[in-house]
């Protein structure tokens, strides 16, 4: 038996078992498997909803503070009362907090309740232009209906990350 015989094999092949009539032929744990994987998925799936959340954020709102984001024309039409001058680079600089505070754990109260904020203006564009957020019908949006109806998503991966927001400190009894 050789040193690579003798190496631990890892949880998820544990129970890999040798069928005796195809010799050398291992069937796989698919239950031994699916644990594996889904014990990671609970491990790491709040921290990678977290850096997604930040990378998004981060990275708009820098397009914004540069000048370069392709949001900026609907921005200046939805918020008309506003300078752009000055409202777009804010925007920018407030989404690029909001992505700051996700990356940090003890931050991610801060980050919802700037998110919350930012989202309640990302749907205006339906209230304020639905010419241009909607074709034939409310059921039919354009590209730009499109890119608002996502932030569905990112509010439903900021509600996961805030359902776990109580797990980072100790545990009081």
Same mark, same amino acid.
């Given at each position: 038996?050789?040193?690579?015989?003798?190496?631990?094999?890892?949880? $998820?092949?544990?129970?890999?078992?040798?069928?005796?009539? =195809?010799?050398?032929?291992?069937?796989?744990?698919?239950?031994?498997?699916?644990?594996?994987?889904?014990?990671?998925?609970?491990?790491?799936?709040? %921290?990678?909803? =977290?850096?997604? !959340?930040?990378?998004? $954020?981060?990275?708009?709102?820098?397009?914004?503070?540069?000048?370069?984001?392709?949001?900026?024309?609907?921005?200046?039409?939805?918020?008309?009362?506003?300078?752009?001058?000055?409202?777009?680079?804010? !925007?920018?600089?407030?989404?690029?907090? /909001?992505?700051?505070? $996700?990356?940090?754990?003890?931050?991610? =109260?801060?980050? !919802?309740?700037?998110?919350?904020?930012?989202?309640?203006? %990302? $749907?205006?564009?339906? /209230?304020?232009?639905?010419?241009? %957020?909607?074709?034939?019908?409310?059921?039919?949006?354009?590209?730009?209906?499109?890119?608002? /109806?996502?932030?569905?998503?990112?509010?439903?991966?900021? /509600?996961?990350?805030?359902?776990?927001?109580?797990?980072?400190?100790?545990?009081?009894?």
């Amino acid at each position: 038996m050789s040193a690579a015989d003798s190496q631990p094999l890892p949880r $998820f092949l544990d129970r890999v078992v040798i069928d005796p009539t =195809r010799p050398r032929a291992p069937v796989l744990d698919l239950d031994a498997l699916d644990r594996a994987a889904v014990a990671w998925m609970e491990r790491h799936g709040t %921290t990678c909803l =977290r850096v997604s !959340l930040a990378l998004v $954020f981060g990275w708009f709102g820098a397009l914004k503070l540069v000048g370069l984001s392709p949001a900026d024309g609907l921005v200046q039409r939805t918020v008309s009362w506003w300078d752009p001058a000055w409202f777009i680079p804010f !925007l920018g600089a407030w989404e690029c907090l /909001i992505g700051v505070c $996700f990356l940090v754990p003890r931050a991610n =109260r801060l980050a !919802l309740v700037l998110m919350a904020t930012q989202m309640a203006g %990302t $749907f205006l564009p339906f /209230i304020v232009l639905p010419a241009e %957020t909607y074709t034939r019908s409310i059921l039919v949006p354009t590209i730009e209906g499109q890119y608002i /109806i996502k932030n569905v998503v990112l509010i439903a991966a900021a /509600i996961a990350v805030g359902s776990r927001v109580r797990d980072d400190g100790p545990r009081r009894t």
